[in-house]
C-alpha cells in the first residue's frame, strides 16, 4: 500500500478567517490525520493569521503552542518600508510618479519590476490612465478581462504593473522587489499578503515598499493612526 509521509494545508487560516464552513474539508482532514500521526506529518502555512486567528488555528487543528513556527524576520536588513503623507490626491499622484520614476531610472536589473496595489479594479483602472496621459507610462493595468496585461508584465515589456488585491495576490515572480500602496490597505491581513508579492524570492537584495495615503483632515489622520497601529501589529 501507499504510504502518506507529508500532508500540507496552505493558506490555513482560511478555515476560521471566513467562519469554520469555508474549508470544511480541511478541519475533516485534520480530525482524521490522528489516525496516521504514527506514519506521517502534517504542515499547515499562512502568512496572515494573526494572534486570534492563529488561536483559532491551534484550537481547532489541535496544534501545540511548540510546534508554531514563526519563521518571519522583519529585522533581516533587507526590506525598506516608507509611509508618505499627502495632503491632497494631486499630491499623492505626483509622489506616485516621482516613485515610478525613481525605480525606473534605479533599477539593479532590467527585469526588476513594481506593483502598484490600488483598492479596487476601478480606481486601478483609472490611475493607469491617468499615468498614461501625465507621463505617456505604458503601464499595465491587471484586468481579467484582458489577460495580456499581465502577460506583458511578465514578459518583462512592461516593468509598472497597476492592480487592485484580488487580482495582484496570485503574482509569484522572482523580479517584482517593490510595492506601492496608492492608498492604506484595509486590513493587516490585505497588507501581509500585497507586499508579500516581493520578498518570497531573493532574500539578499533590498525589497521596497511604500505607503501614499491622504491626509485632509484631522479625522482622517486619527483613522490613519489606527490603520498604521493595526498594521505595526
Not at 480541511?26 to 502555512?45: E, P, Q, T
Not at 516621482?98 to 527585469?111: K, L, P, V
Not at 539578499?204 to 495615503?213: D, E, G, P
Request: hydrophobic share 40%.
Amino acid at each position: 500500500s501507499l504510504m502518506i509521509s507529508n500532508v500540507v494545508l496552505d493558506e490555513v487560516h482560511t478555515i476560521c478567517n471566513w467562519s469554520h464552513d469555508f474549508r470544511p474539508d480541511y478541519l475533516m482532514l485534520c480530525n482524521n490525520l490522528f489516525a496516521f500521526l504514527d506514519h506521517c506529518k502534517f504542515l499547515g502555512f499562512t502568512a496572515t493569521a494573526n494572534h486570534k486567528i492563529l488561536l483559532d488555528i491551534v484550537q481547532q487543528l489541535k496544534i501545540t503552542n511548540s510546534d508554531v513556527i514563526q519563521p518571519i524576520n522583519f529585522n533581516a536588513g533587507n526590506f525598506s518600508f516608507e509611509y508618505i503623507p499627502c495632503k491632497t490626491e494631486e499630491q499623492r499622484l505626483v509622489s506616485l510618479i516621482e516613485t515610478i520614476n525613481r525605480f525606473i531610472s534605479h533599477r539593479e536589473n532590467e527585469d526588476d519590476k513594481m506593483i502598484v496595489f490600488t483598492r479596487n479594479n476601478r480606481e486601478a483602472k483609472a490611475l493607469s490612465s491617468e499615468l498614461f496621459k501625465l507621463e505617456n507610462y505604458d503601464t499595465s493595468c491587471f484586468d481579467a478581462e484582458h489577460t495580456y496585461s499581465y502577460q506583458d508584465f511578465i514578459a518583462g515589456r512592461k516593468h509598472v504593473l497597476i492592480a487592485d488585491g484580488e487580482m495582484g495576490i496570485g503574482i509569484n515572480l522572482p523580479s517584482v522587489v517593490s510595492v506601492v500602496h496608492f492608498g492604506l490597505p484595509n486590513s493587516k491581513a490585505q497588507y501581509v499578503q500585497e507586499i508579500g508579492r516581493a520578498w518570497r524570492w531573493s532574500l539578499r537584495r533590498i525589497q521596497r515598499f511604500q505607503v501614499l495615503q491622504v491626509r485632509p483632515g484631522s479625522r482622517s489622520r486619527r483613522r490613519e493612526g489606527r490603520c498604521l497601529a493595526e498594521l505595526g501589529g
